[in-house]
């Protein structure tokens, strides 16, 4: 691709910096995994879709502009680096909007996605399970099926977003006689429903950013189920290359991160023993932005996220780590004290801010797929390897 923009790119660039630089919060709102950041950030994304800036790439008659994926990849770094909230309807718009999108109808695209757009409806992912974290497949949740629709049943864990969020979406066995990756179905289910029990799980922070859930015999009607009965796992399959891909983590997230770690590293006082680190850093977020362009152009073509989205995964999740770790090493001391409690704002040089940070991304190398996941997936997919032991 061209990566000259052309005036379209820039003109779109520009408005959304000029409407990002009027309304982004100047007060830091609440963490999203409190009560009170929820619902702050729900109101944020209902700002977003008033001037349809929440869900850009979707068609206009869902609240999006038809942007291409290029201009979503630019609004991404526009928006990180002006210091706007966190998405807390990230998991609808990045990962189950795609999915809509590939294999939905279109009365669940007409009903299910303006809502999403506006954070009317805030969705969490619930695919772990206890017996069943990155392998998925073995998952014991079930489906059984009943006039008008289905009964689930099972538990869930480490659902994002679930303990404040309205809906949720996930895989369930509907055949109970299917093994592995066969006999899955993909649903959709309120998670206020006769039924559901929602319990917060407090993460190394002390918030509740996930959520076990308890499911007993949950009614969710035909119309809630995405793509063919018993071919969920397929329907699955486009979540997480999204997840893993392109969707969740844009390279604005790591540019604006780089670009915040040589500032540090200048206001510092350039020491040497951490340059190659940080240079490595900066070096690595504009790597995956080019790569991201690759993938952008391919999309554009055509082409369809598969299993190279898991080396994708790899590179962003240890980039992560390394920057923030490299940023603890130049704080020194100053890397242990906390952020102001509530503190949500991106863009802050305030240490704790660099510690939390640091504490998220260790989460990256697990969700989505762990490391190991990854790795056998590109020795057997990509490399062509035979299976390894399971």
């Keep these: 691709m061209d990566l000259d923009l052309d005036e379209h790119t820039l003109a779109f660039r520009d408005e959304a910096r000029a409407w990002l630089a009027d309304h982004v919060p100047r007060t830091p709102l609440a963490s999203f ?17 008033d001037a349809r800036w929440s869900a850009v790439s979707w068609p206009a008659e869902f609240g999006g502009r038809d942007a291409s994926l290029l201009e979503w990849v630019i609004l991404e770094e526009e928006y990180y680096a002006s210091g706007a909230p966190g998405r807390v309807s990230q998991n609808g718009i990045f990962m189950l909007a795609p999915t809509l999108f590939a294999h939905g109808t279109p009365e669940q695209r007409a009903r299910i996605l303006p809502p999403m757009a506006r954070g009317e409806e805030i969705w969490a992912q619930a695919w772990s399970e206890p017996e069943a974290g990155s392998d998925i497949a073995s998952l014991r949740s079930t489906a059984v099926k009943t006039d008008g629709g289905w009964l689930l049943s099972g538990q869930k864990t480490w659902s994002s977003r679930a303990a404040f969020a309205d809906r949720a979406f996930g895989l369930f066995r509907s055949d109970p006689e299917s093994k592995r990756h066969k006999g899955l179905t993909y649903f959709m289910f309120d998670l206020s429903a006769s039924g559901v029990q929602v319990r917060p799980i407090r993460q190394l922070d002390g918030e509740p950013g996930f959520a076990e859930i308890f499911l007993d015999e949950v009614f969710v009607p035909d119309t809630d189920v995405i793509g063919e009965p018993g071919a969920g796992w397929r329907v699955a399959m486009t979540t997480a290359n999204n997840e893993r891909g392109l969707s969740l983590r844009s390279p604005g997230r790591f540019l604006a991160a780089a670009d915040r770690l040589v500032a540090l590293w200048h206001a510092h006082g350039y020491p040497e023993q951490v340059a ?33 989205s898991s080396v994708n995964k790899l590179f962003w999740s240890h980039l992560d780590v390394e920057l923030h770790e490299t940023a603890l090493d130049l704080l020194g001391p100053e890397a242990e004290l906390r952020r102001p409690p509530g503190s949500d704002r991106i863009g802050e040089q305030h240490p704790g801010r660099w510690l939390n940070g640091w504490l998220f991304s260790l989460a990256g190398p697990i969700y989505g797929g762990t490391d190991q996941i990854q790795r056998n997936t590109i020795a057997e997919r990509l490399l062509g390897l035979p299976r390894g032991d399971r």
Excluded: M, S
Aim: hydrophobic share 40%.
């Design 276 to 308: 190659d680190r940080v240079a490595d850093a900066w070096i690595g977020a504009r790597a995956y932005q080019l790569y991201t362009f690759g993938t952008v152009t391919k999309l554009a073509e055509g082409g369809e996220l598969g299993p190279e």
């Design 33 to 49: 995994d409190t009560a009170e950041g929820f619902e702050q950030h729900r109101a944020w994304e209902a700002q977003l879709a």
